[in-house]
């Protein structure tokens, strides 16, 4: 089961009202390579991967769920208290027509999200070669992401989560030489 | 909410996030016993913490894993969006 | 180690913008460290909360886009 914290993983602030930026933000809330697709896909995965590498999807995942807070928590504050006025001009008008202020699970383009941005093989290599790659769309994009805005708080915020992407995506790599390993093989590490 | 409440919650986040970090590494590195003793440390580290910060504003965890000795206050603001 | 590669992408004759004469990406440690070596040093609590690792050799800085 899961228990709930009350506090979030790094602290997240925002320096100004800036519903534009939430609309981009929103592409790793509800985006193919986004932080909801990241939890779902490796805790998904875990059921049918080899014990070795277990603990690692399901760590990596419960840690997903934290960044995907700190992304709701950008959108949150920046839209909070725009007016109606200030959503339009950001291009936020159809999805206050649909949302008001609220968050959903879609992508900087208003495509709602879908289980099939997320894979499931069976085969570990090829699950694991995904996730890699996931991180590294992750990456990308909290780099575009970065260079959207001038907010430095927002900045570096954005910063941390691209950093556990570098983190994440070297820890499946492992995973991937652990996988690959010749059981009968000595371990010289 | 005042600065303490800040500088409490900063100080959980950076021995929590060294946890974070030694975690994954021990997910792969699980025959490291200099990482596993160091994570046992911050472990012990974060269980002083976050009792001392949860005596001041609180539970920290739900379903029972924190104690709420002075009436419900799970259920309370601040949320962690909201601060 | 440079964290960024550099590439020059073709200008066409009738190219309508102003050519991007240079591309830059990230090539990030991660690429590089293999199975990461125990004892490796690391940043303390406070420093490793704000980079994002614990470990300097998995550190890879984003000043964001120059251009
Ligand atoms: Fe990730």
Redesign the interface.
């Known amino acids: 089961m899961w228990i709930y914290e009350k506090k979030l993983q790094y602290p997240v602030r925002v320096s100004k009202c800036d519903p534009m930026m939430a609309r981009f933000l929103i592409e790793q809330y509800g985006g193919a390579d986004g932080e909801l697709s990241a939890a779902l896909r490796y805790l998904n995965q875990r059921y049918t991967i080899p014990d070795q590498v277990i603990g690692l999807l399901t760590d990596i995942g419960t840690e997903e769920f934290a960044h995907l807070e700190m992304i709701a928590t950008m959108v949150y504050k920046l839209t909070k208290d725009a007016t109606v006025e200030q959503l339009k001009a950001a291009g936020l008008g159809a999805h206050y027509a649909n949302h008001d202020r609220a968050l959903f699970y879609n992508n900087a383009a208003g495509v709602p999200w879908t289980a099939s941005y997320i894979q499931a093989k069976g085969d570990p290599i090829a699950d694991l070669y995904e996730d890699i790659a996931a991180e590294e769309k992750a990456r990308a994009t909290y780099q575009w992401l970065i260079d959207m805005t001038d907010d430095v708080d927002l900045q570096d915020s954005l910063k941390f989560l691209r950093e556990r992407e570098v983190v994440h995506s070297q820890r499946f790599r492992e995973a991937v030489d652990i996988l690959i390993q010749d059981r009968n093989t000595k371990k010289f590490f | 909410m005042e600065e303490q409440y800040y500088a409490m919650l900063h100080e959980l986040q950076a021995v929590d996030f060294v946890l974070v970090e030694l975690n994954l590494y021990l997910d792969t590195h699980p025959w490291d016993t200099m990482a596993l003793q160091q994570f046992n440390e911050m472990a012990q580290k974060r269980q002083f913490l976050a009792a001392q910060f949860e005596q001041c504003y609180g539970p920290l965890l739900n379903f029972g894993h924190s104690a709420s000795p002075h009436g419900w206050r799970w259920a309370m603001p601040p949320w962690p969006w909201q601060v | 180690m440079n964290q960024f590669r550099v590439y020059c992408p073709f200008i066409g004759p009738f190219d309508p913008c102003p050519p991007i004469r240079e591309k830059v990406y990230?090539t990030?440690?991660?690429l590089f460290?293999?199975?990461?070596?125990?004892?490796l040093p690391q940043f303390n609590?406070?420093e490793?909360?704000?980079?994002?690792?614990?470990?300097p050799a998995?550190?890879?800085?984003?000043p964001?886009?120059q251009t």
């Open positions: 990230s990030p440690p991660n460290l293999g199975f990461q070596p125990p004892g609590a406070h490793a909360l704000k980079l994002g690792t614990l470990w998995l550190y890879s800085p984003y964001g886009k």
